[in-house]
């Protein structure tokens, strides 16, 4: 007879761990969470375009840097420093309206 269907005697969730540490534990990921959020001002439908642009932008650039410092061609190089100076261009312009949106 083959004992296939017998299953070993299960051990208690967490047997070896003090009782109520899990909720401790959940408590201080809360806490931690709640507490590494900064506190932001709410930001008008212009202003949110706006962000959403510059993280795109800051995107596009951090991938442009890293092609380029894996870059062998001089022309492919150039053709990334020269995206990435029109990437800070476009940058500082939407620093500006940013601005321009805050003071208003």
Avoid: C
């Avoid at 410092?69 to 939407?94: G, K, N, W």
């Amino acid at each position: 007879m083959s004992n296939e269907g017998a299953k070993a005697p299960q051990q208690p969730y967490n047997a070896w761990m003090a009782r109520g540490f899990d909720s401790k534990f959940v408590e201080a990921q809360q806490e931690e969470a709640t507490r590494d959020k900064k506190i932001k001002p709410a930001m008008t439908p212009e202003q949110r375009v706006i962000e959403a642009r510059r993280e795109a932008l800051e995107l596009a650039r951090a991938r442009s840097r890293a092609d380029l410092s894996r870059a062998t061609a001089a022309a492919h190089r150039q053709m990334l420093e020269a995206a990435i100076a029109a990437l800070d261009q476009q940058l500082a312009l939407l620093a500006q309206q940013l601005a321009l949106l805050v003071r208003s």
